[in-house]
């Protein structure tokens, strides 16, 4: 035989041997790439999907069209709805007690970085772009390019791994930042990453957060387009209490940032006319507001003129940052095609929490309000995940970490007090004895001159009960309390009136009428109650380390 034949025979033995082992042995399930994408402040109203007032606008054909390629929750919660607190339950699956981050000067150091700690573990390349906000360098990820602080809207520096120590590394850039991030993104997918590896990458836009800075390509975007208007922005109803509102409605004129010239200290025309030098960035001070001024508001027909021509150029503004997330999306979703990556990605969609889009006269976040407290939150991934799929069942950000791990094939660590949802993604149904409540928490107090009182309360399908406590986390009280006194905008030391909210949810979604002293609540509130004192020792929530916030609980309970 000579050597050509026995190379022939040779080689066909090989692969005879190889197709037994394939019969015997089915390949490896190949990992999925996961890319996690959030933007800052995107709330449920600025969406298609979510049939708010604006649906009819359509704000995001291309993140719709992910959404109904997959499934979408609709009761995705925030436990805290202020960036930094958000970032770190998201990284930590934890609680703010449990993970130390309790308002926006909270640090996680690389030893709390847990999320992209397991999923290296699993074997993914980990890598994180745009804003972090998390303020120590985020040295957990194989790879980072991320915003110093909030960072700017045009022309951002990003900073980097390199020679020098954590954050002097600088790369400067040109252009607007949703542009950039997401060149960040696709320069990392092409060019940064072993392709012979499952990357879980988390893509964060800074857009569309305050002071809604949008690519002057935007500037016709919805010009003359009339935006359609809450009926709470010129009437709030029953909403809110004396906690909110004041006696007679005397505090409305410092509690809860506002669209109308309502709220003295700050309005938004004093965010969104960059080059009016007469009320851009012209905040007041809550020492300086005269006893006289704290007077029922009242909506007249010039003031409301004025109000709504502020609320549709802030509309206008905020929509035109959406569009340049809605648009970068685009790019991305057309690279994962071309590269026959799409299918095989699971991709998900969230904002890092909600946002007031005028509606009870507010504007940002906060607020355990519905616009406030809910999450959009979308996934796509054909293999496992039907499309055109929708659940009710209560998710929250400490959920994320669980979940994204267990799609990645690891288990939930047992220091995460999140749960996973990865049936709920593949099946569309709850699994038995899934949560049916959620608890919130927004800790700090009367800060940024947004002025919203501190507070606490659960939130099931059907009702919702807040506990306005109405002090700061730190004691101001105690002569040796130690607190940042040159925090921005603070107003820490003024304790506010303290009440309890209600509203039932199913009668009155928009959150209009707060019903606590109506009798016929009465059972419901006492059932709401007991699972909020269960809710706040399983979650480590407890105020066991706060005693002047404790005494107050104490003191109103029954109120």
């Excluded at 609709?74 to 308002?103: E, H």
């Excluded at 999320?115 to 290296?120: A, R, S, V």
């Excluded at 009136?497 to 209600?502: C, I, R």
Aim: overall charge negative.
């Amino acid at each position: 035989m000579h050597h050509f034949q026995i190379s022939l025979v040779y080689l066909l033995l090989i692969a005879l041997t190889f197709s037994s082992c394939n019969e015997k042995q089915p390949a490896l399930t190949q990992q999925p790439n996961i890319i996690y994408i959030m933007s800052d402040d995107h709330t449920t109203q600025g969406f298609g999907i979510y049939g708010s007032r604006l649906a009819g606008l359509n704000p995001t054909p291309n993140l719709d069209k992910i959404a109904n390629e997959g499934i979408i929750f609709d009761n995705c919660f925030v436990n805290n709805s202020i960036c930094t607190p958000s970032r770190a339950s998201i990284i930590s699956g934890q609680y703010p007690q449990t993970n130390g981050v309790l308002d926006l000067e909270g640090v996680i150091g690389v030893e709390r970085q847990y999320l992209p700690k397991e999923m290296k573990k699993l074997g993914y390349q980990t890598a994180i772009v745009g804003k972090w906000h998390l303020h120590d360098e985020p040295a957990a990820f194989d790879y980072y390019k991320v915003l110093p602080g909030q960072g700017d809207y045009f022309d951002p520096e990003f900073l980097v791994r390199g020679e020098k120590s954590w954050p002097d590394n600088v790369v400067k850039t040109k252009g607007h930042s949703s542009d950039n991030i997401m060149d960040i993104t696709l320069d990392y997918l092409k060019n940064k990453r072993d392709p012979s590896k499952p990357f879980f990458l988390m893509h964060h836009f800074k857009a569309p957060h305050d002071d809604f800075e949008y690519a002057p390509r935007y500037e016709d975007y919805l010009a003359d387009t009339f935006i359609p208007e809450p009926e709470s922005l010129y009437n709030n109803g029953n909403n809110g209490s004396i906690a909110t509102r004041g006696k007679n409605d005397s505090l409305t004129r410092i509690i809860g940032s506002s669209v109308s010239h309502r709220n003295l200290l700050r309005h938004q025309a004093n965010n969104i006319y960059w080059n009016d030098t007469t009320v851009y960035k012209k905040y007041r001070n809550a020492e300086d507001i005269a006893p006289s001024e704290y007077v029922k508001w009242e909506m007249t027909a010039e003031e409301k003129d004025y109000t709504s021509k502020v609320y549709q150029d802030y509309l206008k503004k905020y929509l035109r940052c959406v569009k340049g997330v809605d648009d970068n999306i685009k790019r991305l979703l057309d690279y994962l095609e071309e590269e026959n990556l799409l299918d095989n990605t699971i991709i998900v969609y969230t904002g890092d929490q909600g946002f007031m889009l005028g509606e009870h006269d507010y504007i940002d976040k906060r607020w355990m309000y519905e616009e406030s407290m809910r999450m959009p939150f979308f996934v796509r991934y054909p293999k496992s995940i039907a499309a055109g799929t929708r659940t009710d069942a209560i998710i929250n950000n400490t959920d994320f970490a669980p979940t994204l791990i267990e799609l990645a094939g690891g288990k939930t660590p047992d220091y995460m007090q999140g749960h996973s949802f990865k049936t709920i993604l593949e099946t569309g149904q709850e699994p038995e004895g899934w949560q049916q409540a959620t608890y919130y928490r927004y800790w700090m107090h009367m800060a940024h001159r947004h002025q919203n009182p501190a507070h606490f309360g659960i939130r099931t399908k059907d009702h919702k009960l807040i506990f306005f406590y109405g002090k700061y986390w730190v004691d101001t009280e105690d002569p040796n309390a130690v607190w940042n006194k040159d925090s921005w905008g603070n107003d820490f030391t003024n304790h506010t009136p303290v009440a309890w909210e209600f509203y039932d949810l199913k009668q009155d979604p928009k959150e209009m009428n707060n019903a606590y002293d109506d009798p016929a609540n009465k059972e419901v509130i006492a059932k709401l109650k007991e699972q909020l004192v269960k809710l706040r020792e399983e979650l480590n929530e407890t105020d066991e380390n706060y005693p002047h916030i404790q005494k107050v609980i104490d003191a109103h309970w029954n109120d």
